[in-house]
Structure formats: C-alpha cells, structure tokens
Nanobody, 121 residues
Framework: QVQLVESGGGLVQPGESLRLSCAASGSIFAINRMGWYRQAPGKQRELVATITTGGYTNYTGGYTNYADAVKGRFTISRDNAKNTVYLQMNSLKPEDTAVYYC????????WGHGTQVTVSS
C-alpha cells in the first residue's frame, strides 16, 4: 500500500501562482511514476503532469510529461529524499479550477484525496 497526502491548494486570482505538494509513504519501492491529475465539475479526471521516480536518494531528476493545456505554465518536480512530488503552477487561469489529485503508479495506481484549486477574480 502507498499513502499519499496532498497539500497546497487554495483560492487565487488569475495570473497568480500556487505550489502543490504530495508526500508518499508506505511501499514506495513499488512506484515508478508519480503525477497530478485534475477533475473540474461535470468533467472527467484528466492528466496534468507526471514524472518518473526511482534513482538514488538525493536524485531530483526524472522524465516528465505534461498536458498541452499546462505546458509552459506548470512544472512537476520531485525530492526523493522526502518522497515528495511538487506541482508549481504559474499564470493560473480560471479554467485551471479543479480538484487536483496526486497519483502514484506502479503495478497498481494509488490516489490521494485531492486538494481544491480555485482561480477566480
């Protein structure tokens, strides 16, 4: 089992920034990719960004993948020493409003409970 705890959501105005964090614990050796997904009201859950995991303890690199809607604005990163993945969100738009979920993927996929991000003036 893998447990995921998200934090960092909130209410911001268009153009502002937020950083989400996702701390993983449990059987993290079974995970090879972590990422962020989001679900807006009335819509399906969609990919935001993913990053491969693994490597030595202090490694912070990895292969990344982004949805077209967030390329150039969002950055996913990780800190292996802290078993934490981050999503830096800049130039936020109202259409970024959604519940953001952290996911840890290996043989199985584990989900966090989600954190609300609201972009509104």
């Amino acid at each position: 089992q893998v447990q995921l705890v998200e934090s960092g959501g909130g209410l911001v105005q268009p153009g502002e920034s937020l950083r989400l964090s996702c701390a993983a614990s449990g059987s993290i050796f079974a995970i090879n990719r972590m990422g962020w997904y989001r679900q807006a009201p009335g819509k399906q859950r969609e990919l935001v960004a993913t990053i491969t995991t693994g490597g030595y303890t202090n490694y912070t690199g990895g292969y990344t993948n982004y949805a077209d809607a967030v390329k150039g604005r969002f950055t996913i990163s990780r800190d292996n020493a802290k078993n934490t993945v981050y999503l830096q969100m800049n130039s936020l738009k109202p259409e970024d409003t959604a519940v953001y979920y952290c996911a840890a993927q290996g043989t199985l996929t584990y989900w966090g409970h989600g954190t609300q991000v609201t972009v509104s003036s």
